[in-house]
């Protein structure tokens, strides 16, 4: 196969087409209908991206796909994906971007055309102007607007006539021939309309040719800064593809060696200076550093890292130099990711857009029909005793109808908002999964917040050791911290780095102990055999269930500890408590503020945690969530149903989490929303994510979302109030065609400039 290709769920191919020829809504109404028509394809066209996102069956090839477009009118070719830290476009070749070479094709067009046509309407108004026969003098300047300067429009306009389809290049084609031909057939027909100055209307009509240039050349400025406000639109995203660093620096058999980021292999080791990218994601080995990972995740402070610190490709280390190996290159990086998700949510439609697509479908017929009725209308009004004027009355109602009802607009509303909101979010460490995330953070007024990761740091410290009977607080850690080094749990992570580093104080030179037998319970704790003792550490659940009783004492001992804001952990050996390891967690400085940006969104703060309800308490009181918001002591599965429990009562759930057992939970949520620094089975079940660990993003999140559905909306009523206004008022003959082809071109720059608004959200 010629491009990379992703698998969906079904086992159907996904590909991603160029699609050169769309102008407007319904040239993506007629692809999606075609590609439609063979068995088990469904297509997504984005207009402004001119590209599609096409689920193909595996019996289907990618001949017979393009070549269905090809029949629909249009040329298509399969993508080969560009993932960060590709190399570049071959020099000469230019870079298509998002929505093609459009506008530099288009500027000679503009530039004849508007020198032309000046002349043109300047004789054509002003009589004083105007000499003897200038009528044949406007015929020749305007000739080459309307054919070569108005070649795009007619090129589109007979491709579709051929496959008996019609799009608004069709109405511009029509009306600008229509005026061109009644105007030159006037003058051939009574060469003598002009002969004289200010002399014209001797017979059956008049002229029209400041008609055709004139809206040519609007028609022209209006895609030419249309094509340049789409390529703005979608400058986030190519800006996020090309983060990634070009070469690494690698080390091998003791030499560094520089080559290109894209042969970089998974345990490569990439040699790191300070003020240089890191070139794909991967683990410290060595050194020590902070890392500013504001292009990723859009937070300004960097992050610390040292030994074992997972670090992302594109970041850049500030300070000392690092040892990294390569976990993930290519299109499995995290910035890989991030651009798939931004495309196929620029790529993907909104139900919101549905509407548009219907009306575009039979809305060029429509038009047309409207028009000729309009000429009709006016010739029968005027009688049998029609004259000049009232020819020349109803064909100017006609073309204004055929220029002002242009569905441009109508095909830009929603496609352009999606794009620029989406490759802002990507600036800002927001990624939006697809087009229905906009409905649903429309609706949602409940969010539950995960407090470990989400509110919290995550990052739990050993604050206390107690020891029971004839085990010492020492070898309680050590055992502890062995069998705990194998889970990847926050809490986990905390014991074993506690053991780690009472190992390396004491420096008694035994070795760290390993675990056999390992096995961990979600939302319980771990067991394994460690120097041939069974080593349990959890909580009391997990301990009951595996018949480890505890004492009286012991018990008031945990209890203590929790009610003192601490996270308790029991430590058995053998069967039998041999102690408790206290640890907490702190609030992240953001969090109080991002639940009271939460509330100002119309959304109730659920505090959910694992956690016992004194420590849940402390961090709720800490944050702002009242104390009747708080779930404590919640399981993986009990996550699930507080999000059931709440959707039965009528609320609309957002979810905020960013471990392993959250996943089910985020799934479940009418929202889900993961934190980047969580895993990727979290990332996966959600709806947004933010690359970034501050709360405060979450509630970013939602503020953009419901922006770009509110830009979205505001383009879609105007686009909806011009055709449902304008075209009345021009087949009542109250709109000058050149009048008309000015509102329309103003109407397509003024939908896509009002969704460039959003490239400043949030600075």
Same mark, same amino acid.
């Given at each position: ?37 063979? %068995? ?12 599609? @996102? !096409? ?7 990618? %001949? ?40 530099? &094709? ?44 108005? /070649?795009?429009? =007619? ?79 979608? %400058? ?20 560094? =060696? ?16 300070? #003020? ?51 976990? @993930? ?24 857009? @549905? ?67 989406? #490759? ?64 990847? =749990? ?29 096995? &961990? ?6 067991? #394994? ?12 659940? /997990? ?11 012991? @018990? ?66 800490? !944050?702002?969530?009242?104390? %009747? ?135």
């Amino acid at each position: 196969m010629s491009s990379e290709q992703l698998l969906d769920r079904a086992g159907s191919r996904v590909i991603d087409l160029d699609i050169e020829g769309m102008t407007c809504a319904s040239c993506v109404n007629r692809v999606e209908r075609k590609l439609g028509k063979l %068995d088990g394809v469904e297509a997504s066209v984005n207009l402004p991206l001119e590209s599609a @996102r !096409v689920s193909v069956p595996a019996d289907i090839t990618d %001949d017979q796909i393009t070549a269905t477009v090809a029949a629909a009118g249009y040329k298509a070719t399969v993508r080969a994906p560009r993932y960060p830290g590709t190399p570049a476009e071959p020099a000469g070749h230019p870079a298509k971007g998002p929505t093609g070479p459009a506008a530099p &094709s288009l500027r000679p067009r503009l530039v004849v055309a508007a020198a032309l046509t000046v002349p043109v309407l300047a004789i054509s108004m002003i009589p004083a102007l105007q000499f003897p026969n200038w009528g044949w003098a406007a015929a020749v300047l305007a000739l080459p607007v309307v054919t070569w300067a108005a /070649w795009p429009f =007619h090129r589109v306009a007979a491709a579709n006539a051929r496959h008996l389809a019609s799009t608004m290049d069709t109405l511009v084609s029509i009306g600008v021939i229509a005026a061109y031909a009644f105007s030159a057939g006037q003058l051939l027909a009574d060469p003598r309309m002009t002969a004289h100055p200010a002399a014209e209307g001797m017979g059956p009509g008049g002229l029209y040719f400041e008609v055709a240039s004139v809206v040519t050349t609007f028609l022209l400025l209006g895609r030419y800064l249309e094509a340049n406000a789409k390529r703005k639109a979608g %400058d986030a995203l190519r800006a996020l593809l090309d983060l990634g660093a070009k070469d690494a620096t690698v080390l091998r058999g003791g030499t560094e =060696h520089k080559i290109p980021a894209d042969q970089l292999a998974v345990g490569d080791v990439m040699v790191v200076r300070p #003020g240089e990218k890191i070139a794909t994601d991967g683990v410290v080995l060595d050194g020590a550093s902070a890392v500013d990972a504001s292009l990723v995740t859009g937070e300004s402070v960097p992050v610390e890292v040292g030994p074992d610190s997972q670090v992302t490709g594109a970041t850049i280390n500030t300070s000392g130099r690092l040892l990294v190996r390569a976990t @993930r290159v290519g299109s499995e990086t995290t910035l890989a990711q991030m651009g798939r998700l931004v495309s196929a949510a620029q790529t993907g439609k909104a139900p919101i857009a @549905r509407l548009a697509d219907r009306i575009s479908a039979t809305f060029v017929p429509v038009v047309l029909a409207i028009a000729a009725l309009t000429f009709g209308a006016w010739l029968m009004a005027a009688g049998p005793a029609a004259g000049p004027d009232d020819v020349r009355a109803a064909f100017t109602a006609a073309v204004a109808v055929l220029v002002i009802a242009c569905p441009c607009a109508l095909g830009l509303a929603t496609p352009v908002g999606l794009l620029t909101g989406t #490759g802002r979010g990507a600036q800002l460490g927001i990624l939006i999964k697809g087009p229905q995330v906009l409905e649903d953070t429309r609706t949602v007024d409940t969010i539950l917040l995960d407090k470990t990761g989400t509110v919290t740091t995550g990052r739990l410290a050993v604050d206390g050791i107690q020891s029971f009977g004839p085990h010492s607080e020492a070898e309680v850690l050590r055992l502890a911290g062995a069998v705990e080094n194998a889970s990847e =749990h926050p809490i986990a992570r905390a014991i074993a780095t506690a053991a780690f580093a009472a190992e390396r104080l004491n420096n008694d030179g035994a070795a760290h102990p390993t675990v056999a037998g390992f096995r &961990s319970a979600p939302g319980g704790g771990v067991q #394994g055999t460690v120097d041939g003792r069974l080593v349990t550490a959890g909580r009391t659940g /997990w301990l009951l269930e595996l018949g480890i009783a505890t004492a009286p004492a012991q @018990r008031e001992a945990l209890a203590a500890a929790e009610d003192s804001g601490a996270t308790a952990i029991w430590v058995a050996v053998d069967g039998e408590a041999a102690g408790i390891i206290r640890l907490r967690d702190t609030v992240k400085p953001g969090s109080a503020a991002a639940v009271t940006r939460l509330r100002e969104l119309g959304l109730r703060p659920i505090l959910l945690t694992g956690d016992n309800a004194a420590v849940a308490a402390q961090v709720a009181a800490a !944050v702002g969530i009242s104390p %009747d918001d708080v779930f404590a002591g919640v399981l993986p599965e009990g996550k699930v149903e507080a999000v059931r429990k709440l959707q039965a009562a009528g609320a609309t759930v957002a979810m905020a989490g960013d471990g392993v057992n959250d996943a089910a939970a985020l799934a479940q949520a009418d929202l889900g929303i993961a934190m980047g620094s969580g895993t990727d089975v979290a990332i996966e079940a959600a709806d947004l994510t933010v690359m970034g660990n501050d709360l405060g993003q979450v509630a970013q999140a939602i503020e953009l979302s419901r922006r770009t559905l509110g830009t979205i909306r505001t383009n879609l009523f105007w686009a909806f109030f011009y055709n449902a206004v304008g075209i009345p008022v021009a087949a009542l003959g109250l709109l000058n065609p050149m009048i008309a082809g000015a509102a329309m071109a103003a109407s397509s720059v003024l939908v896509v400039a009002n969704s460039l608004r959003l490239r400043s959200f949030g600075s």
